[in-house]
């Protein structure tokens, strides 16, 4: 601090004199001959002017080079959320898509159906060790009661058990009180779909004597009036015929994958109140 109160002034007259050396220099006519002080001063200023014009380089390249970097990061973030939007896109398309053929297949077997039938979503479901009941997004202001059938675009998923204003739930065939009075479609063979649990079903009550076999098409009989008859409610895994009694034992995989159900039919018939 000393030192500059004391050389403050010599300072600031010697840069204010190379300024306007610099200044003066710089601004020699380049289309006339520089005379004798003019060239004096070039030469005594020669070593500044590189140093000056290097480093007033080194300050606008590396300038540009900032604002190229800020430039790009902007744009580098732009594209990043470019990307994210499109991927979003591409994912809702592929939702929607998967959506609509499903609701295509839905509609198919609506047509089929010589009945009223009422459209749901599977909002919920209940697969413990005792129930197995899913639960869809109508319920009795859609015209819904117990005891109706619950069918798929691929075949039979239940009856409806207990219903509220808006929901119902849904007994899936494979829960062990649930019975489907059925036939093998290939040898007209009779029997009760009974739920086995694990996602499988059994029919019982079928006579060792009658042709079942093993990869066999098992639909309702149409017998007791729940289910139409001719829906598709599996196929036959696996026959036991045991040396002793009269019924024989039939494993069956039902048509629809009640894992991954997201549409139904309600078929808006018979119930009770």
């Given at each position: ?65 900032y604002i190229r970097l800020v430039d790009t990061h902007r744009d580098n973030l732009r594209l990043r959320e470019d990307i994210r939007a499109l991927n979003l896109r591409v994912l809702e ?23 009223p039938t009422v459209a749901a979503t599977v909002i919920g479901e209940d697969s413990t060790s005792w129930f197995r009941t899913l639960v869809i997004n109508r319920g009795s202001s859609s ?54 649990g694990e996602m499988l079903c059994t029919l019982e009550f079928t006579t060792r004597e009658e042709d079942v076999k093993v990869g066999d098409t098992v639909i309702t009989s149409g017998i ?50």
């Amino acid at each position: 601090m000393d030192f500059l109160k004391k050389y403050m002034y010599p300072l600031l007259t010697g840069i204010v004199i190379l300024v306007a050396l610099l200044f003066f220099s710089l601004n020699i006519p380049r289309n006339r001959e520089a005379n004798v002080i003019e060239r004096s001063l070039l030469t005594v200023l020669s070593p500044l002017l590189q140093p000056v014009s290097w480093i007033s380089c080194f300050v606008e390249d590396t300038w540009d080079n900032y604002i190229r970097l800020v430039d790009t990061h902007r744009d580098n973030l732009r594209l990043r959320e470019d990307i994210r939007a499109l991927n979003l896109r591409v994912l809702e398309c592929n939702e929607s898509l998967l959506a609509n053929q499903r609701l295509e297949r839905l509609l198919d077997m609506k047509k089929k159906v010589e009945a009223p039938t009422v459209a749901a979503t599977v909002i919920g479901e209940d697969s413990t060790s005792w129930f197995r009941t899913l639960v869809i997004n109508r319920g009795s202001s859609s015209g819904i009661r117990e005891g109706m059938a619950v069918i798929s675009a691929d075949g039979v998923v239940g009856q409806t058990v207990k219903v509220s204003t808006s929901t119902s739930r849904v007994l899936l065939l494979t829960d062990h009180t649930s019975g489907i009075s059925a036939a093998i479609q290939r040898s007209r063979a009779r029997g009760v779909v009974k739920g086995k649990g694990e996602m499988l079903c059994t029919l019982e009550f079928t006579t060792r004597e009658e042709d079942v076999k093993v990869g066999d098409t098992v639909i309702t009989s149409g017998i007791g009036g729940l289910f139409l008859k001719g829906l598709q409610i599996g196929e036959v895994t696996m026959v036991k015929r045991g040396e002793y009694g009269i019924f024989q034992s039939v494993t069956i995989r039902p048509a629809v994958n009640l894992t991954h159900l997201e549409e139904v039919l309600v078929v808006l018939r018979g119930g009770y109140e």
